[in-house]
């Protein structure tokens, strides 16, 4: 089967600009998950999808950051404005289900400059 | 609030050689998941080995074995026969609640000298 699916590999912008990230999750997996990963940090949450709906956001920064998942399955992540701080390295990951081993992406590097 | 520690930065191991890598996580959930995600210079984060923590029996994955203690809230990965391609950051990490939350620990990364 193919994996989770990301896209830009690497991006590189200057502050204030926007930023968008695309993921495309295993075929048939209705949940999605959007992470965080500082330089050597482990990954944190920013999102989960169940299906459409947005279940769990609470460690998403709303005032800058936003995501969608459309008809359930791919999602973009988007980052308006960005800020130097938002360098790191950004996982989109799914599962079958709620409780089901995640299947990562190759995640997308970002350089806020 | 469940936390997951990791308390080697850093760890090398000789090929062919055993290393052990440590976890220790803190809950007041009964039933929860524990994992090992190796995570190698592609950024892709790999499932190692999973445990059920109503499983007594530490899971095994042919050259990845877990020391399950839940009593003592403690999860550590055995890599056997250690191959340079094991080299990578190795991440424990927390599933349990009611939102099945996935924790992850700081990371340890793993050296392999030839």
């Known amino acids: 089967e193919a994996g989770v699916v990301q896209s830009p590999r690497y991006k590189i912008i200057e502050k204030k600009q926007p930023v968008a990230f695309w993921c495309n999750p295993i075929s048939g997996h209705n949940t999605l998950y959007w992470y965080l990963q500082n330089l050597g940090q482990g990954p944190e949450l920013l999102i989960r999808?169940?299906?459409?709906?947005?279940?769990?956001d609470s460690q998403l920064p709303k005032d800058r950051f936003s995501a969608e998942r459309l008809k359930g399955v791919d999602s973009t992540l988007k980052i308006q404005p960005a800020e130097l701080g938002d360098s790191a390295v950004y996982l989109c990951?799914?599962?079958?289900?709620?409780?089901?081993?995640?299947?990562f992406g190759n995640g997308t590097r970002l350089t806020v400059t | 609030a469940q936390t997951v520690t990791q308390s080697q930065p850093e760890m090398s191991v000789q090929e062919a050689e055993t290393v052990t890598l440590s976890c220790t996580y803190d809950?007041?959930?009964?039933?929860?998941?524990l994992f090992w995600y190796k995570q190698p210079p592609s950024r892709q984060m790999i499932l190692v080995i999973r445990?059920?923590?109503?499983?007594?029996q530490n899971a095994t994955e042919n050259r990845f074995s877990v020391n399950f203690q839940k009593a003592a809230k403690s999860f550590s990965l055995k890599i056997s026969d250690s191959q340079l391609g094991d080299a990578a950051m190795y991440f424990c990490a927390y599933s349990g609640g009611s939102n099945y939350k996935l924790t992850f620990g700081k990371g340890t990364l793993l050296t392999v000298n030839p």
């Open positions: 999808y169940e299906n459409e709906e947005a279940v769990d």
């Open positions: 445990q059920e923590a109503y499983k007594q």
């Open positions: 809950t007041s959930e009964s039933d929860y998941y």
């Open positions: 990951a799914s599962s079958l289900d709620l409780g089901s081993p995640l299947h």
